[in-house]
C-alpha cells in the first residue's frame, strides 16, 4: 500500500518561499512518478510538476522557473522548492504516485494518479 503524506505549508508574504515535503512509503522508486498537484478554491486541481524515478522532471509553464522538484531517494522523500511566490499560489498542495515505466508522467490528468496525499495548505498573501 502507498501512503503519502505532504508538509511544509503555511502563511507567507509575496516573494517568499516555501519547501514542501512528500514522504512516501509502500513506494518502490524503481519504476515510478511522483506528482504535485495544487487546487485553489473553487478550482479544479492543476499539476504542477512530476518527476520520475528516472530522474525526468517536468513543469507547468505557470511554475517554471520559479519552482524546482527532487527527491531524497535514502529518505523516500520528493521535494517541492516554490521561489517567488505569489498570491496565486495559493491553494491545497498534493502529491500523487503511479507506477510508470514512461519517464514523461506529465498531463495524465487526476484520474491518472492512483495515490494521493491528504494535502497541506499553502496561502500567499500580498
Known amino acids: 500500500e502507498v501512503n503519502l503524506r505532504e508538509s511544509g505549508g503555511g502563511s507567507v508574504q509575496a516573494g517568499d518561499s516555501l519547501r514542501l515535503s512528500c514522504q512516501r512509503s509502500g513506494f518502490t522508486d524503481s519504476y515510478g512518478c511522483i506528482g504535485w498537484f495544487r487546487q485553489a478554491p473553487g478550482l479544479q486541481r492543476e499539476e504542477i510538476g512530476t518527476?520520475?524515478?528516472?530522474?525526468?522532471?517536468t513543469y507547468a509553464e505557470s511554475v517554471k522557473g520559479r519552482f524546482t522538484i527532487s527527491k531524497d531517494n535514502t529518505n523516500n522523500i520528493v521535494y517541492l522548492q516554490m521561489n517567488s511566490l505569489t498570491p496565486g499560489d495559493t491553494g491545497m498542495y498534493y502529491c500523487a504516485a503511479v507506477y510508470l515505466a514512461n519517464p514523461y508522467c506529465d498531463g495524465r490528468g487526476e484520474l491518472g494518479w492512483p495515490d494521493w496525499g491528504q494535502g497541506t495548505q499553502v496561502t500567499v498573501s500580498s
Open positions: 518527476i520520475h524515478s528516472g530522474g525526468t522532471i
